[in-house]
């Protein structure tokens, strides 16, 4: 039965949508929303001394926009577990800090990183903590604390067979993924928020999550490098 | 005149967006902002939240609770994937076993490391410190969830099915080395 059940839900998931990215389209409540986040990167670009990090949302013409009523948060954890060697029981990973934009007219407005004040589902933004705009679609800007910003429409760089994904999950074929693909996201737009952060603004990396994992189990821990725990929201005006 | 020059003012500044520079007469960054959505690391709802209602919680489950909320059911799902192919995990590349393994993929957040280069998996002694646009997280995902502890158990070869790689690559000028690392869009 629950074989039955899984295929199911991935059969409704192929026909409800063509294109699910990283995270495109993930769950029925946000689908077609301008609230469904397609992909979330984090990663050292140009300047070593810096994070960069990428959020977009499926662009389905050159006339969608980022929606004035929807804010995207980027959350930083900085502090990793509060109890290290008891994960997972009491894991800890909070925000501690996060960077928000909203777009009002052909701008898109940042604020942060800062400690915000809920760290609930429920966000406000703090106009105090503003740090520039930059016009939608223009090259970028350097903002305050020397946060590198871009906000536009931008080619879909993610890659999965997510058919083919649909198929095995679906139907358990012999050959599993067989031996060719295709992508399902050749030629998809998003519109992407980009930001270089000097990595002083995030505070110190605490201890790797995998590796307070690892201490928990009582596991030889893998040795990898302090880093921060970060994820993405959109939140909704109410 | 002064009266009339004002009044005039306050007019065209509640007017709507200016049609010139599409800039509203006002910014609002009023009121209170709920989440609709949220992810961390690539594919893991779309992959191993097993129903509907259980993909729409997760999008709405603070990172602290999402291993208390979800590591059964995403053991439950990968448990579904093994028993169609009339198979069962083993540990993992990275020595973890079912339970484990769904564990620290319930925990939907992405590291990144301030002081090193960014790989989302290049071995099993350095991995997670990052997303970069070209890392092939589809094909890590799947040899973390069924490559076994070589990585290649499920290559497709001696009569395996071929459950650790999609066979597809980034597509050619999507991503470059330099701000904002996002080519333009062509509609």
Redesign the interface.
């Known amino acids: 039965m629950k074989k039955i059940a899984l295929w199911s839900t991935l059969a409704i998931a192929a026909i409800a949508g063509s294109l699910i990215a990283a995270d495109h389209l993930d769950a029925p409540n946000v689908r077609n929303m301008n609230t469904d986040i397609a992909d979330f990167f984090a990663f050292e670009g140009e300047n070593s001394t810096s994070t960069t990090f990428i959020v977009s949302l499926p662009a389905g013409s050159a006339a969608s926009n980022f929606d004035e009523n929807v804010m995207i948060e980027i959350n930083i954890d900085n502090t990793g577990a509060d109890v290290p060697g008891a994960f997972p029981a009491s894991v800890g990973v909070s925000e501690d800090l996060v960077i928000q934009a909203l777009r009002q007219g052909d701008k898109m407005y940042f604020f942060g990183p800062y400690a915000p004040n809920s760290t609930t589902l429920s966000s406000t933004i703090d106009t105090n903590e503003a740090i520039g705009s930059v016009t939608i679609g223009s090259p970028g800007e350097l903002l305050t604390g020397g946060i590198h910003a871009f906000a536009g429409q931008r080619q879909d760089a993610f890659f999965f067979d997510f058919q083919q994904f649909n198929t095995v999950a679906g139907t358990a074929p012999a050959e599993g993924f067989g031996s060719t693909g295709t992508n399902a996201f050749s030629g998809a737009n998003v519109n992407a928020i980009v930001l270089e952060v000097p990595n002083v603004l995030l505070g110190t990396a605490p201890t790797h999550l995998a590796d307070q994992f690892r201490a928990g189990l009582g596991a030889p821990v893998y040795g990898l490098p302090n880093s921060y725990n970060v994820w993405v929201e959109t939140k909704r005006r109410n | 005149m002064a009266v009339a020059v004002v009044a005039t003012l306050t007019v065209s500044c509640s007017d709507d967006?200016n049609p010139v520079?599409?800039?509203?007469a006002t910014?609002?960054?009023?009121?209170?902002?709920?989440?609709?959505?949220?992810?961390?690391r690539?594919?893991i709802?779309?992959?191993l939240?097993?129903?509907?209602a259980n993909?729409?919680n997760?999008?709405?489950t603070?990172?602290?609770n999402q291993?208390a909320a979800f590591?059964g059911e995403f053991n439950?799902?990968l448990g579904?994937?093994y028993?169609?192919?009339g198979a069962s995990f083993e540990n993992n590349i990275?020595?973890l076993d079912q339970a484990?393994t769904t564990?620290?993929l319930s925990?939907?957040?992405?590291?990144?490391?301030?002081?090193?280069?960014?790989s989302y998996f290049t071995s099993?002694?350095?991995?997670?410190?990052?997303?970069?646009?070209?890392d092939?997280?589809?094909d890590v995902s799947l040899i973390v969830l069924f490559g076994g502890n070589t990585g290649a158990r499920?290559d497709?070869n001696n009569g395996?099915?071929?459950?650790i790689?999609?066979?597809?690559?980034?597509?050619m000028?999507?991503?470059t080395?330099?701000?904002?690392?996002?080519?333009?869009?062509?509609?």
């Open positions: 967006d520079t599409g800039q509203p910014t609002d960054f009023s009121g209170t902002f709920t989440t609709q959505d949220q992810m961390g690539p594919g709802n779309t992959v939240s097993g129903s509907d993909k729409n997760f999008n709405i603070t990172p602290a291993i590591s439950n799902t579904a994937y028993a169609a192919y990275l020595g484990q564990a620290v925990l939907d957040v992405l590291q990144v490391s301030p002081d090193a280069p960014t099993t002694s350095s991995f997670l410190t990052g997303r970069t646009l070209e092939d997280v589809i499920f497709g395996t099915p071929n459950l790689s999609d066979n597809v690559s980034q597509e000028g999507t991503s080395s330099t701000f904002p690392y996002l080519t333009a869009a062509q509609f």
